[in-house]
């Protein structure tokens, strides 16, 4: 379970954070990945939570998976492939760095 202050609540709309690492040539841009739960297929098992390795997702007060750490999201897809109700989709941002400028 998570605290009430730890929860970020994710829908359709949720951007992830794009993270921008720096290195000797400039700015160049880490991988980020935008993570969502479709809310009206999900039926809150819980596997996604259950077998995310980075601990991205995590059981809410309510029973229902909440994304608390996006930002730690390596893209690897288990939370999306073994979700039972296609009920979570996880997807990579590009932003090209001169878009940050
Ligand atoms: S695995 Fe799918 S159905 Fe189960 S809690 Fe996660 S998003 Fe919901
Ligand atoms: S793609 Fe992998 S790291 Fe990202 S939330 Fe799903 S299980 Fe966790």
Same mark, same amino acid.
């Given at each position: ?40 297929? /999900?039926?809150? #098992? @819980?596997? *996604?939570?259950?077998? $995310? &390795?980075?601990?991205? +997702? ?14 730690? /999201?390596?893209? #690897? @897809?288990? *939370?999306?492939?073994? $979700? &039972?109700?296609?009920? +979570? ?13």
């Amino acid at each position: 379970m998570v605290g009430a202050t730890e929860k970020r609540e994710v829908g359709l709309d949720t951007q992830n954070v794009i993270e921008v690492a720096t290195t000797e040539k400039g700015f160049v841009n880490k991988k980020s990945f935008k993570i969502d739960i479709f809310r009206g297929w /999900c039926k809150s #098992c @819980g596997i *996604c939570a259950a077998l $995310c &390795p980075r601990k991205c +997702i995590e059981i809410g007060d309510d029973g229902s998976p909440v994304v608390t750490s996006e930002a730690k /999201c390596t893209g #690897c @897809g288990w *939370c999306e492939t073994h $979700c &039972p109700d296609f009920a +979570i989709s996880v997807r990579e941002i590009k932003v090209s760095p001169k878009d940050e400028f």
